[in-house]
């Protein structure tokens, strides 16, 4: 389902021409700038109702802006303080406010998943470890997939017990990238990597390439398998969420897609899923199941992925909990 937002973002950048949509897209933030890439390629006719109408609401948006804060540069260093305390903030203002390129590690972030694969794969495992816990994870993990098995295995062990990263191996990362980053003498070690990155990325990469790389670490060190295994969220996990929280994922997600997930999920999770619609909706759901052909892995691994990052945006947002599951007993 297309975000309105993002689809009147589209047709607007579309009504600009080439030369202005440009200008515009060089101030977005990589995931914006995808996921306004693919609204447009989607966009194929716009009736004209509907362009006059996002033409008019832009308008009335631009019309009615005015100067809200009189000095914006000390408004958003006081806002990001209060938000992310000092360090953080320190950060992040450094880029803000200087302006800086998008280059070195941040670079990557811009890049498809085959051109970075291919700049890492005669890199030494820490190096690579180092780099891709600074990318999205979604990001990440296709990465991985394109790596030879025992490389990949190698990168998430070392990913997994990465204690953070020292301001100036940081330095170094970007420098062997491009010589980006400078350094600061407030800067502390980046709290980047560890088990919580490891499992947050083999959820995103499917089960088998996560058996494959469970076991490889396993072989080496048996608690720390464990202990990735103990902070991953697989699709399966969805029965631990309470009612409310399986609802609120439900209103997010397309039936379409929530269709080809449960191909691949147990009969109790269906279940539970039923149980968390209306009669009407979950009877149309189990008639869209017993009907739909033979689905392929891939296809199922993919919306169950889509999924779980639905899931996750909502525990981030403090909408939802992981924490544990609800009161009421089925059977």
Same mark, same amino acid.
């Given at each position: 389902?297309? /975000?309105? +937002?993002? @689809?009147? &973002? &589209?047709i607007? $950048?579309?009504?600009? +021409?080439?030369? !202005? &949509?440009? #200008?515009?897209?060089?101030?977005?933030?990589p995931k914006e700038v995808q996921r306004l890439g693919e609204t447009i390629a989607k966009l194929k006719a716009i009736p004209r109702e509907r362009y006059e109408? %996002? =033409? @008019?609401?832009?308008?009335? $948006?631009?019309? &009615?802006?005015?100067?809200?804060?009189?000095?914006? /540069? @000390?408004? =958003?260093r006081s806002v990001l303080r209060k938000a992310l305390g000092e360090e953080k903030a320190s950060l992040l203002l450094e880029r803000i406010l200087a302006g800086n390129d998008v280059t070195g590690i941040e670079s990557l972030k811009w890049m498809e998943a085959q051109a970075v694969a291919e700049l890492l794969r005669n890199e030494h495992p820490q190096i690579v470890a180092a780099i891709l816990v600074h990318l999205e994870?979604? !990001? *990440?993990? !296709?990465? $991985?997939?394109l790596l030879p098995d025992r490389m990949r295995n190698e990168v998430l062990m070392r990913v997994a017990t990465l204690d953070g990263i020292q301001p100036a191996a940081l330095k170094d990362l970007n420098e062997v990238l491009s010589n980006v980053l400078s350094g600061s003498d407030r800067a502390r070690k980046s709290q980047l990597g560890g088990v919580k990155s490891a499992a947050e990325i083999l959820n995103m990469m499917g089960s088998s390439v996560e058996t494959s790389v469970l076991d490889y670490i396993r072989e080496s060190d048996g608690d720390l398998a464990q202990m990735i295994m103990d902070n991953m969220f697989t699709f399966d996990d969805m029965i631990k969420l309470d009612d409310k929280a399986i609802q609120m994922v439900l209103k997010e997600v397309?039936? #379409?897609s929530l269709v080809i997930s449960l191909k691949g999920a147990t009969p109790e999770l269906r279940e539970r899923i039923f149980k968390n619609m209306s009669s009407r909706a979950a009877e149309t759901l189990r008639e869209?199941? #017993? *009907?739909?052909?033979?689905?392929?892995? *891939?296809?199922? @691994?993919?919306? !169950?992925?889509?999924? $779980?990052? %639905?899931?996750?945006?909502?525990?981030?947002?403090g909408e939802i909990s992981l924490g544990g599951g609800s009161d009421d007993q089925f059977v």
């Amino acid at each position: 389902m297309v /975000d309105s +937002g993002v @689809e009147d &973002a &589209a047709i607007m $950048l579309m009504s600009m +021409g080439e030369e !202005q &949509a440009s #200008e515009v897209f060089k101030h977005l933030l990589p995931k914006e700038v995808q996921r306004l890439g693919e609204t447009i390629a989607k966009l194929k006719a716009i009736p004209r109702e509907r362009y006059e109408s %996002v =033409v @008019e609401n832009f308008l009335k $948006l631009a019309e &009615a802006e005015h100067m809200l804060v009189a000095d914006s /540069d @000390e408004y =958003v260093r006081s806002v990001l303080r209060k938000a992310l305390g000092e360090e953080k903030a320190s950060l992040l203002l450094e880029r803000i406010l200087a302006g800086n390129d998008v280059t070195g590690i941040e670079s990557l972030k811009w890049m498809e998943a085959q051109a970075v694969a291919e700049l890492l794969r005669n890199e030494h495992p820490q190096i690579v470890a180092a780099i891709l816990v600074h990318l999205e994870y979604d !990001q *990440t993990s !296709q990465i $991985l997939k394109l790596l030879p098995d025992r490389m990949r295995n190698e990168v998430l062990m070392r990913v997994a017990t990465l204690d953070g990263i020292q301001p100036a191996a940081l330095k170094d990362l970007n420098e062997v990238l491009s010589n980006v980053l400078s350094g600061s003498d407030r800067a502390r070690k980046s709290q980047l990597g560890g088990v919580k990155s490891a499992a947050e990325i083999l959820n995103m990469m499917g089960s088998s390439v996560e058996t494959s790389v469970l076991d490889y670490i396993r072989e080496s060190d048996g608690d720390l398998a464990q202990m990735i295994m103990d902070n991953m969220f697989t699709f399966d996990d969805m029965i631990k969420l309470d009612d409310k929280a399986i609802q609120m994922v439900l209103k997010e997600v397309q039936s #379409e897609s929530l269709v080809i997930s449960l191909k691949g999920a147990t009969p109790e999770l269906r279940e539970r899923i039923f149980k968390n619609m209306s009669s009407r909706a979950a009877e149309t759901l189990r008639e869209d199941l #017993e *009907t739909r052909g033979p689905v392929r892995v *891939t296809d199922v @691994e993919a919306e !169950q992925k889509e999924l $779980l990052k %639905v899931v996750r945006r909502l525990v981030e947002e403090g909408e939802i909990s992981l924490g544990g599951g609800s009161d009421d007993q089925f059977v």
